[in-house]
Every structure is written in C-alpha cells, then in structure tokens.
C-alpha cells in the first residue's frame, strides 16, 4: 500500500517525510483553502521539497467537464508529469475523465461515496479512485467495507484502477486498508503521527536505557560506552 500525506503545510510535510516512509502529497480545495496562500505557489513548494518522482494530486474544481480538462492542463504544466489530476467522479467528471485518460492524464476519481462511482471512474481510465472513509461512516454506513468492495471490484473486472483511500480519522481504518492490500491511502499529518503512538512501546525503549545506563553510565551508548 502506497502512503501519502493529505496535507499542504510545506513545514508538516518536511516533517512527515523526515521520519517516515511517504510516497507523495494530495491535496483538495479546502486544504489549500486553509493556508490562505496562491494554490500553485503552495504547490510548487510541495513539489521542489518532494521531488519530480513523488506522485503529487491536485483537484480540479470546475462543474464542467471542459473547465476540468483546462484545469488540469495548467496543473501539468505548473507541477510537472508525476502530478495526478483529482475529477470529481460525477457525470462532468466521467467526461473528463475520459478525454483526460485519451491524452494520457493521470487522474484520480474523487468525491467517491458509493462502488459505481469508482466503477465507473475505472472505465474512463482514472488510474485512483478515492473513496472517503471517515465521511462515509459519518453517514452511517461502513467507508472500510465501500473500500473493500471497491477494491474488489476492480479486482474482478480486470480494472487497473487502484483504491486510493482517503478521510481517516484513526489509525485502526488504515491498518485495516492496509491488511486487505488496498493500493493506496493518504493520511494527515496528525493521524501519521498517531499510528504508532503507543505508551507501552515509549516505556520498554525507556526500560532499556536506563538498564544500559546503570550498566555503562548515564548518557553512554553502543557507540560510547
Ligand atoms: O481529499 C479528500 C479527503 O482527504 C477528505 O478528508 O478529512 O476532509 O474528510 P476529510
């Protein structure tokens, strides 16, 4: 499973990248909203720190397909060929979609409640589909179940489309993502960090410098002592 960060704080982001294994950035509208900044000066950062391999998702925000695919022109030519174009997947959106995928366009299928929609995201090319965790549940059915199904329905239709997960609150909706072998899923800095945060684990690494130190002396080490 692939593992991004949905955020676009440049500082977070340097700071997630330094301590774990990260694959790219997505971003939406309302998390650029958030910086109060240009969008493509805040994007270019994200870029220039991650690099031109690391996959790199910007959202469209037009309602019609035309507006979409010129979006995501100048999203190419500012951010470079690793950058995944975010459509809605809606009916302007599975337009797009399609005249994206003839122009060899990555584009990830967003906004995705319910399997057809990522169903039909996948036969218009989207290389993801991101189907919204978290807000699912909030509506009262299950977001891990709908990615599951998702990713095997691409399964059994021979799709190539992969599950990029998005909107989690908690680490227990990823590790079950990630168990069942979903292809992707992007996470915020705070439920990053929260993954393996665990008091038990603080302790015994705690429990082991001391011992070391009461053997060695205080501050001593396997490179000091
Ligand atoms: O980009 C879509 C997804 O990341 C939304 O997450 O936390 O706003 O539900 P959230």
Redesign the pocket.
Known sequence: MKLMI?DAHIDLIQTIYEYYPVDGV???P??LAKSGRNPYEILKEIRAFIGEEAQLHV?AVSREAAGMIEEAHRIREELGENTYV?IPALKEGFKAMKALYAEGIPVTA??VYMPMQAFLAAKCGASYA?P?I??IDNMGYNGIQVAKNIHDLFKNNNLKTEVLA????NSQQLLELCEYGIGAS?V?PDVMEGLVKNQAVTSAVEDFIKDFEGLTGAGRNMSSC
């Open positions: 949905d997505t971003t939406n309302t998390i959202q975010k967003t906004a991101a919204y978290n807000r998005a909107s989690f609150k992007t915020a």
